[in-house]
């Protein structure tokens, strides 16, 4: 018993190590989106994988960098490990989709900081339904120009 709470004590203190420099990790969140058509960004054709796909906007960023909105929190998402889910208590009704960041940040983000870089970034908007679901939507231009331009 001695050995293992030992060894079990080891581990964790290897762990904390390893990670201590590291970024924050961030709980993967489920996004049911009540729209479901049959590809979706993550999907894969003919050996490709899809970025984007009804409901998305797609940006040409050639590198650039992607900034945070609003002061929020951003997610890996659960199902698609090419997107993240950035949302904002300023926003309550709202997420916002993106695929296609390099590297992102992952957590609370101020106000436009950088969520990392993208050469084509898909941008969805979607709205909370009163079934909990999300629907997309079209995003505000204004919103969109908070999220490729910095403060």
Known sequence: MRVTSFACSSVWLLGMFLTGCSQPTELGRSLPIEQRWQLQPGSAIA????????GDISIELNGDAVYA???GRVQPVQS???CVVFEAPEIPAYLFRLCGIRSPKLGEVQQG???GKADALQFAALRRQPDGKWAMVEPS???LEQTLKPL
């Open 141 to 143: 231009r204004q919103i």
């Open 80 to 82: 698609n490990p090419i």
């Open 69 to 71: 909105p609003a002061d």
């Open 113 to 115: 900081e950088a969520i």
């Open 47 to 54: 050996g490709h994988r899809v970025a984007g796909g009804l």
